[in-house]
């Protein structure tokens, strides 16, 4: 399938809540959706924390947030180069930064939010220095260091393969042997800080499959497109705006039907003081925000809208 159609499968779905669709359209929507969330090109390195009072007439006016309460002595921690979801360049941080910070904002809570290498946030949430980070996937090792809040958003995570490779990726479902078989051998693109499907994770280690780990998804992106590597395994969304911005979508092709579906989440380390609390008032500021009717509104403004 033609990486394309499927950006365009992707910007359709994103206006409902990230439900499952089967319609596609075409690469001008993906286009669509990057000139609607980019603002300048991507920044990369490590910034200024970014904080920002309340602005009138947004969540006082529509009953989302109390006043904010005093700065509480820790940030929260974010990569860039994760488009719609999170990126200094974005409107508001992102998707899922601006859904942290305005659950967070519910319970009377304002942090300011930093964005740095993944490596380096996670490890600085794991050690404490940092209050929490996000958007994570669920893996066991990950769960051994930190808890995990409720799914702030669920994704499909969908195969690119290159046009170079010699590659085959049969699709038929979850009972399909064929789906791992495909892998071995093969040349996986997996950016610092993203995690593999289990699957995949367990036959990098078994050496069944080879890992390139470049610093970040455009890396990937490029790697698969010219050939280095065989193979992204990456959610529909983040993948659509990555392949779209580095304007090589000719040269990658993408499977019809999702590999997994994964849930993104906040996360806190285990050692940090307060820890089960910080993840309780995030949770009942994220149901705060659905029953308002505000989650709905953010994935509206953070995505395009369907193709007429």
């Not at 600085?124 to 994570?136: C, E, K, M, N, W």
């Not at 950016?191 to 995949?200: D, H, M, S």
């Amino acid at each position: 399938m033609d990486v394309r159609d499927k950006a365009g499968r992707a910007a359709d779905r994103a206006g409902r809540g990230v439900r499952r669709s089967a319609s596609v359209a075409g690469l001008a929507v993906a286009q669509v959706m990057v000139q609607a969330l980019t603002v300048t090109g991507l920044v990369l390195c490590a910034a200024p924390a970014w904080s920002r009072a309340l602005e009138p007439g947004s969540e006082a006016a529509s009953g989302t947030a109390p006043a904010p309460a005093p700065y509480t002595g820790l940030d929260l921690v974010t990569g860039g180069d994760y488009a719609p979801f999170t990126g200094e360049d974005l409107p508001g941080g992102g998707l899922v930064t601006e859904l942290v910070r305005r659950a967070f904002a519910v319970g009377g809570r304002q942090y300011d939010v930093r964005f740095m290498p993944w490596r380096r946030g996670y490890d600085g949430v794991v050690s404490g220095r940092f209050l929490a980070t996000f958007p994570y996937v669920r893996t066991p090792e990950r769960e051994r260091e930190v808890l995990f809040s409720d799914p702030v958003i669920e994704l499909r995570q969908f195969v690119y393969l290159s046009n170079r490779s010699a590659m085959d990726f049969r699709d038929g479902g979850d009972g399909d042997p064929g789906r791992l078989e495909d892998f071995g051998g093969r040349t996986i693109c997996q950016p610092v800080g993203y995690a593999l499907p289990a699957a995949l994770e367990a036959m990098v280690v078994q050496g069944r499959l080879t890992r390139q780990a470049p610093s970040d998804l455009g890396a990937c992106v490029r790697m698969v497109a010219t050939g280095r590597a065989d193979v992204l395994v990456i959610d529909e969304f983040s993948g659509a705006v990555a392949i779209a911005r580095s304007g090589l979508a000719e040269d990658i092709r993408v499977s019809e039907r999702p590999f997994a579906v994964v849930t993104l989440h906040v996360v806190v380390g285990r050692a940090t003081p307060g820890a089960e609390a910080t993840v309780a008032i995030f949770n009942d500021g994220l149901k705060t925000l659905k029953l308002q009717g505000v989650y709905q509104q953010l994935l509206s403004s953070h995505t395009a809208p369907r193709n007429p």
